[in-house]
């Protein structure tokens, strides 16, 4: 069974950037498309980009268009969410998330993601 860590999260200003990080042990990353998600302070969580198992095809929710950007590293088995321009609106906990069972594609939905990680932290505030 996969296990999913994230880390990268922390306090930047606005305009910043930073890199989040997504490991996996217990299996080959490269059977599972990713996921990252986010929850921000009194809000549902929402999905914000995703990446196919061989890194062919990405998803970004609108408010990240090119600003993130999704990346993978099957060789070393982790996934990676890089964040620049960061805005206040972007300040929520993300979680790296993986999907198992889509052979193709991935998918902005909870329901399709199995493992999940325990999220890291991000902060955007002046």
């Known amino acids: 069974q996969v296990q999913i860590v994230e880390s990268g999260g922390s306090s930047v200003q606005p305009g910043g950037s930073l890199r989040l990080f997504c490991a996996a042990s217990?299996?080959?990353?490269?059977?599972?498309?990713i996921g990252w998600f986010r929850q921000a302070p009194g809000k549902e969580r929402e999905p914000v980009s995703c990446i196919t198992r061989r890194g062919g095809s990405t998803w970004y929710t609108e408010s990240v268009k090119g600003r993130f950007t999704i990346v993978r590293d099957n060789a070393k088995n982790a996934g990676f969410l890089l964040m620049d321009n960061l805005e206040p609106e972007d300040t929520a906990i993300y979680f790296c998330a993986v999907d198992s069972t889509s052979t193709v594609g991935c998918y902005n939905t909870e329901s399709h993601y199995d493992v999940w990680g325990q999220g890291t932290q991000v902060t955007v505030s002046s």
């Open positions: 217990g299996s080959k990353l490269e059977y599972y498309a």
